[in-house]
């Protein structure tokens, strides 16, 4: 696992934005993973930017959401196939109709589950997933005590998710309680896990993701059983981390094969 520690949040929106922009310029067809919240808004803003002002190009890419709430319109406000739209994939040349999620107003969830999960096997490897993480360890909806070889699914939120969610809903009890996501077993199938995460709200959670034991007890500890994950942090979110002199020095002198 690399760890990347950055001064401030938009220099790890940045960081990211060139981990996406060099997979864009690889070879072949590009599946990307994408996570909604307020965790990769930044990174979204400046892959913008770079589209308008340099031409990046997603047109050769496929994009497949992490989750999704259960029983929100397709066209609400929160509803993580709009929150994309309005946050990237609205404002690039991908095709629309190559931007994926699961379904959250299917009649049968488990079913809606399923077929997404089927969906993601049949697409090929995602190239590149990326990953806030809730303050609770969560990543996607995966949510403490989650299976680290868990498979698309409907979950339950904890209360803590709900509440930290709650500031993008008018009430509090508008937030729903059940999602679809994308489990951690599937979730670890993508080439390259990119994990970014800012300020002092995000610490603990960080902390327990990279140096704490591999547990479903921290959902996003399951990072540690990838062979190319990368955790990009601003210097407060990155506050509780032990070893943070040695992860700056890492990244300082890393070697020209192993960037990014």
Excluded: W
Aim: aromatic share 4%; with cysteine.
């Amino acid at each position: 696992m690399e760890i990347v520690i950055v001064p401030t949040p938009a220099d790890g929106g940045r960081i990211v934005a060139d981990i996406v922009a060099r997979t864009l310029a690889g070879p072949g067809p590009v599946n990307l993973g994408l996570a909604t919240g307020s965790s990769p808004l930044l990174a979204y803003a400046e892959l913008i930017r770079r589209h308008r002002a340099d031409g990046l190009s997603f047109a050769g890419a496929s994009a497949y959401l992490l989750d999704e709430y259960v029983g929100l319109p397709a066209d609400h406000p929160q509803s993580y196939r709009r929150v994309i739209r309005d946050e990237l994939t609205d404002h690039v040349d991908i095709d629309p109709a190559r931007v994926h999620g699961p379904d959250g107003t299917h009649p049968d969830p488990v079913k809606a589950a399923a077929e997404y999960e089927q969906l993601l096997t049949g697409a090929g490897p995602i190239r590149v997933q990326l990953l806030g993480i809730g303050t609770n360890g969560h990543i996607g909806f995966n949510e403490p005590s989650s299976s680290l070889a868990s498979t698309t699914r409907i979950k339950t939120l904890a209360s803590r998710t709900r509440a930290d969610n709650a500031r993008f809903f008018k009430k509090a009890q508008d937030v729903p309680r059940h999602v679809l996501t994308q489990g951690l077993g599937t979730i670890r199938r993508a080439e390259h896990l990119v994990l970014t995460a800012s300020g002092p709200q995000k610490a603990a959670a960080v902390a327990a993701a990279v140096e704490g034991p591999l547990t479903a007890s921290c959902p996003a500890s399951v990072l540690q059983l990838h062979p190319h994950a990368t955790v990009v942090v601003d210097e407060a979110a990155a506050a509780l981390l032990r070893d943070a002199e040695f992860y700056r020095e890492v990244y300082t002198h890393k070697p020209v094969h192993q960037q990014h």
